[in-house]
């Protein structure tokens, strides 16, 4: 029994010793991710970056893009979770078609999302026009168009990673709480919900971060007016044009939020293996 | 009407598998469904839950039709007065031990507060007053085998089901588990189905036992009728049995091989004998005299047993014989060995195997 737990030393180096033909290819992937962003920081113009920090435009675009990103991410949870469950536990004919129909704006260029948009919820749009003329209610170059851009976009990440929780999740526990005497509606708020949670909040962070990043839905439906819907994407490439470091502060900021965001979130609800 | 609070004929087609079953439970009986892996038990259990729906049939509960396949009635497993203990019990991870034991009656429409009142009543009842709030994940197998009975019975239900309630516990905390599950069945006042592949759980929890194989029952009976006259060979193996059947004539039945038991009841047609293995004595020489029945046999098998040997014996029939380890060693009893076995007439038990005809 005391030979338990100690690898032998010769068993310990051969699965210490990893295949070059695996190793030089990943070192090289991992450069490729870092070098870009390591390049964003060497150029960094770091002695106006105070002061082009508190520049107002870029506060602005940093606000409303925070703000479009959660408003989107909401919205995909509020319809993206029933949808993820309909998909999930559900079985309805056009199931299938209707799983491979959620995906389509992942493989969608963003520019051709946003020109469908534009043709929906456009002034002149199937149903825009009726929104706008019954409710008042526009989208196109508008804030809320930014909001709708986005959740169009992300939306896929939430769905297909919460349908992937509840797919895990043993549906035995369901099964308990109806004998209990749980309605379909009591079972998903008190069981469901609960055992798929960090699923949700995986799904939830990848929309956020999704949403933080579009660009080309975002230009083509909401256009790309400072204070309305430029975030910070747009900000980025329009001040690319004249002013490149600029630019990089502005990509600089995205970075950090990004990564202070994702961070903070995966140690409190993504189990990294 | 019938006087049984549950009355229930369950049919359940799952393929090339058919369950097709009766049963009927009265008010504060405990009845065990028990049987071989894939007979059915928990198919069984599933549709008295309302979880699996009946292909034929019907499920009455009090005189209230739960499941009536023919006028394509069925009422959804929340609107029914049942309550389960799942195998390995399905406490949800997130809720403590009080919340498992309050989701019941605060589903049924009870306040936050009372449902806590009443779960914390029913957790001291089962004896774990100090584990309120403990996650399940925080329990033993044994408390938690516990907060599952107690969130069962929490619905006060009408029919209690259990599925393997002990079959997750080792062997010690099984033990004290019975024993207490007895208890708690014993004071419950609705009727009781557990299902087992357990008999010894069958036999001390159950008032009476119902067995199941392939989907139909085989045998049905209080705990000293079954252990009297196994009908199955599974049934035998279960009670620890030899059984044979065959064609008895007055006092001798002829079973395969061509071989003739000699027994002292007295039957005709079709029948069972039946025989203890340690009424089985073994011989390296044919015995002679007295009334015996003997027959050559090889030895197959040689296994502990209890303070005993058991011998697994081939020949015309198969059969199990215990003896002493200090006889086996005296006869060299080693497999491959032959021999000669050897029961007394009056050790042996004969009974029809028709069954008679069911009271009605």
Not at chain 1, 203 to 226: D, H, K, M, S, Y
Not at chain 2, 27 to 42: D, F, Q, W
Not at chain 2, 60 to 85: M, Q, S
Not at chain 2, 130 to 139: A, M, N, S, T
């Amino acid at each position: 029994m005391s030979r338990i737990g100690t690898t032998p030393p010769r068993f310990r180096r051969r699965v210490g010793r990893t295949p070059a033909v695996l190793v030089l290819p990943a070192v090289l992937a991992l450069a490729f991710l870092v070098l870009p962003l390591a390049g964003l920081l060497v150029r960094a113009p770091w002695a106006t970056l105070p002061q082009r920090l508190t520049d107002p435009q870029v506060l602005t675009a940093l606000r409303l893009s925070l703000e479009t990103a959660t408003l989107a991410t909401v919205l995909c949870l509020l319809l993206g979770v029933p949808l993820a469950w309909l998909l999930a536990r559900v079985e309805f004919p056009g199931r299938r078609l209707v799983r491979a129909l959620v995906t389509v704006p992942l493989v969608l260029p963003p520019v051709v999302g946003g020109l469908a948009l534009l043709l929906v919820f456009g002034r002149r749009g199937l149903l825009g026009q009726w929104l706008d003329q019954t409710f008042g209610l526009t989208f196109a170059f508008t804030t809320k168009g930014v909001v709708l851009a986005e959740a169009f976009v992300a939306m896929p990440f939430l769905v297909i990673a919460v349908e992937g929780a509840l797919r895990g999740a043993d549906t035995r526990y369901e099964e308990a709480a109806a004998t209990l005497g749980a309605g379909r509606w009591t079972t998903f708020r008190r069981v469901t919900l609960p055992l798929v949670a960090p699923g949700i909040a995986a799904g939830a962070v990848l929309c956020w971060a999704r949403a933080l990043g579009e660009f080309g839905a975002t230009i083509t439906f909401a256009g790309n007016f400072p204070g309305r819907t430029q975030t910070m994407p747009l900000a980025v490439y329009l001040t690319l044009e004249q002013d490149l470091e600029g630019a990089i502060v502005l990509s600089l900021i995205l970075l950090l939020v990004s990564v202070v965001i994702l961070a903070a979130l995966r140690d409190r609800w993504i189990s990294a293996p | 009407m019938t006087g049984s609070l549950v009355d229930a004929r369950i049919v359940v087609d799952r393929g090339t598998f058919r369950l097709d079953i009766d049963l009927r439970i009265d008010a504060g009986e405990v009845v065990a469904l028990l049987g071989p892996n894939g007979a059915g038990k928990t198919t069984a259990l599933r549709a008295l839950a309302g979880l699996v729906p009946l292909t034929d049939g019907h499920i009455t509960l009090r005189d209230r039709r739960l499941d009536d396949a023919r006028a394509r009635r069925w009422v959804p497993a929340e609107h029914r007065p049942i309550g389960v203990v799942f195998q390995d019990y399905l406490l949800f991870p997130h809720l403590s031990a009080l919340e498992n034991v309050a989701f019941g009656p605060r589903s049924h429409g009870t306040g936050r507060r009372e449902a806590r009142t009443v779960a914390a009543a029913w957790l001291d009842r089962v004896g774990l007053a100090d584990h309120v709030r403990r996650k399940p994940r925080q329990l033993s197998g044994g408390q938690a085998q516990r907060v599952a009975l107690a969130r069962a019975l929490a619905v006060e239900p009408e029919l209690l089901l259990l599925d393997e309630p002990l079959a997750a516990l080792d062997a010690r905390t099984r033990l004290d588990t019975r024993a207490e599950l007895h208890r708690h069945l014993a004071a419950h006042p609705g009727a009781t189905l557990l299902v087992t592949h357990d008999p010894l759980d069958a036999l001390v929890l159950a008032d009476r036992l119902v067995i199941l194989e392939g989907g139909r029952v085989v045998q049905e009976g209080d705990a000293a009728e079954i252990t009297a006259q196994p009908r199955t060979d599974y049934v035998a193996r279960l009670v620890g049995l030899n059984l044979y059947r065959g064609r008895a004539t007055g006092g001798s039945v002829e079973v395969a091989g061509g071989l003739t038991l000699m027994t002292t009841d007295a039957v005709d047609g079709d029948a069972f004998v039946a025989f203890s293995p340690i009424a089985v004595a073994v011989h390296v020489d044919r015995p002679t005299g007295s009334p015996r029945n003997t027959w050559p046999a090889t030895i197959t098998a040689v296994q502990r047993h209890g303070d005993n040997l058991r011998l697994q014996l081939d020949g015309p029939i198969a059969a199990a014989a215990d003896i002493t380890p200090a006889a086996a060693a005296q006869l060299e009893l080693t497999p491959g060995r032959h021999v000669w076995a050897a029961v007394k007439a009056t050790e042996t038990r004969a009974y029809p195997a028709d069954l008679p005809a069911e009271p009605q």
